[in-house]
């Protein structure tokens, strides 16, 4: 008798080998198919020119002289303290002031005011009556040199094509993503197919063992499962000791699993959340060399570094109203760093157009990093004042191709490289117990040296003049020092 039901399965179970296998290579197709994007830059070019009178200095000369002395209370092209100082002399020669009138007005514009010029009045009061800075050290030739560079800046076109050619980047990158994110989309269609298409054949192989079946007598059924149950227990007979082996070791990984997880529980290295505002440390503490303590001012004389007040911020950024850096994260153009600056504005209650606070503020609620334990005692003065010489030099011994000069970095990793600050270390008790047994104790140290005097005598005495003294020595491994 032609047995139909087992060629019928035969030639389903092949089918679905192949229509599984094509829907594969179709989506391995589609992915590699997708088109990357690239990397378009424009070149800048040299097309500066002045427009309006003729003038002699050297833009380049005045550029450096108008960031030593302008910059305080002007930019080319906003309003801070005083007006927008770009094209400013086509401005006032149009007026009908000659160039000779500029420099007495930058020389000492106050004592113009006074003279009843009335120009010069009307500028003054233009301005809010706010007395302009006199310059007497500058010379006639510096004074022709900003005037240039407020005509003619040089970099002005560079910049702007630079500012052009990453937005391009900016672009392609999102392109990119958007195929990338199109690829992985066709690619889960493809799957979430193959996946019914599983599930079908396997509908389909039940219903054909249920029509297999009802084709049987009783006894051949009985007879099949006797067959089943003794071929599974000759199995297990047979590979028995294999078997518990197994299970002995994954009950062992399983247990060695749980406790690492329990470990690691409250250990947070590579932590780093977007702030409300972003904040990049390579910029500040990087490439401007901002000292850790400007900011953090608590580090060295208090238990905690403090997180900067935003009037820390304003310092510096009530004259700093846009990012004209040349330094730019990968994806990030400079109008994502002035958009941040606004955000601080908005924070702040800031108005850079009247140079006034509005009174209307709106705290930021900063997402914060590293934080000990409410049973963990540490204090941040007693580490970078008494032992920042021993810090620098454990860490500099241990990592001889990674020189450091700022005990800050011993514990929170290279902070001037990180753009989002991240938790660079486990700040576990046995990482601390660990530095503490390295790090020898600054013999030297000059900070309280009556204090330190009498504990440096002690130590020489109890250990000999010479020995290799580490923190632990001091009880800096006493279950006290940190646990109270």
Known sequence: MFNWIKYYK??????GIFLSTSMLYNAQDVAEEAPEATQNTQE???DSSSAGIELKGDPEKGADLFKQNCTACHTLDQKLVGPPLGGIVEKITQDGQSMEWIHQWIKNSQALVKSGDPYAKKIFEENGSVVMTPFPNLSEADIDDILAYTSNPPDEAASAAEDQANQQI???????NAVD????????GFIILFLAFVALLTLIYVRVRKLENLSKTPEELSKEKSNKILSLNNIYEKYKLVGQGIIVVLVFLAGYGIWNWLMWIGVYKGYKPEQPIHFSHKIHAGINKMDCQLCHSGAKYGKVSEIPSLNVCMNCHKAIPEYKGEYLEPGRDRDFYTGEIQKLYSAVGWDPATMTYSGETHPVEWIRIH???DFVYFNHSQHVVAGEKAII???????PNDKIDVVCKACHGKIDTMNVVQMANDFTMGWCIDCHRTTEVDMDNTYNQAYFE???????????????ITVDAIGGIECGKCHY
Do not use: W
């Open 454 to 468: 009498k504990l440096h005598d002690k130590l020489k005495k109890d250990y000999g003049t010479g020995a290799k």
């Open 10 to 15: 035969r030639g389903l179970l092949a089918l």
């Open 170 to 176: 900016a672009e392609q990158i999102a392109k990119k």
């Open 393 to 399: 030099e454990g860490f500099n011994k241990k990592n």
């Open 371 to 373: 934080n000990m334990p």
């Open 44 to 46: 800048a070019t040299d």
């Open 181 to 188: 994110n199109t690829s992985i989309a066709v690619i889960d």
